[in-house]
């Protein structure tokens, strides 16, 4: 098997975090600070552009409010609201209100059984990507990523490449060994940045993204009562029209 590592992204890839996990937990940390400040789905799709809580909600405050509504305590008030966001997002987790996304649990033992190691590259902090795979996936569960590589070790959010390289540096491994799973144009442009093959599962916020250096793009990755469709990307042709699960298996035949 040439395949010997995937990387993971987590939020809108894992689970739909981003939608169902970190948008209503800044509305509640807003509402906590007595904030009129409201995170609409719309509003909170176009904030995504910017990667980062806290570099989003300087955007906001910067692009969106007004001079008197903007907060001059903003450089002491973003740290704050974070940590309040984190802790909200926790208790959402820990409510069971977000659920895996359709394959991952499939694919991730699929690894685990073929011998092909995992790795997670977010610019998410570890504390919220713990949080997630121990309650969706169970308390050992992070003990199966051999790295996890988030804004805690690599200050510089995505697009830049610079968590995807950590990962590689820290596992000892060359791009072409690995794909990286993402859902964003900013993840994509990270991983292609370094010549990772990179297979995108779209997520909600996430549709209307320019995914031309993908070499797979699916809609998720499938499981047995909920099949996968193909999008596009540069193998599309290559799957086969039985295609309805990504596993291993097809990774590895179709990595360049």
Known sequence: MRLKALIFDVD????????????P????AFADRCLHWNWDESLYGRLLDVTGGK?????????YLGGHE???????????????????YAGI???????????????????RKSGVRLAIATTTTRVNVVALVESLLGKDAIEWFE????????????????????ALDQMGLAAADCIAIEDSENG?????????PTLVTVSEYNRDGNFSDALLVVDHLGDPDQPCRVQGGQAAESVGAEFTEVDVSLLDRILP
Request: zero cysteines; proline letters at 7%; a negative charge.
């Open 12 to 23: 809108g890839t894992l689970a739909e975090t981003e939608r169902d996990g970190h948008r």
């Open 25 to 28: 937990a800044f509305n509640r």
């Open 55 to 63: 570099e989003r909600m300087y955007h906001f405050a910067n692009e």
């Open 70 to 88: 903007r907060p001059e305590d903003l450089d002491t008030l973003v740290p704050e609201l974070h940590a309040a966001k984190n802790r909200h």
């Open 93 to 111: 987790i820990e409510a069971g209100e977000i659920a895996l996304r359709p394959g991952i649990r499939r694919i991730l033992h699929d690894a």
């Open 147 to 166: 790295v996890i590589a988030t804004a805690d070790e690599v200050p510089d959010k995505k697009p830049s490449p610079d968590v995807y390289q950590y």
């Open 188 to 196: 994509i442009k990270a991983s292609a940045a370094l010549g990772i």
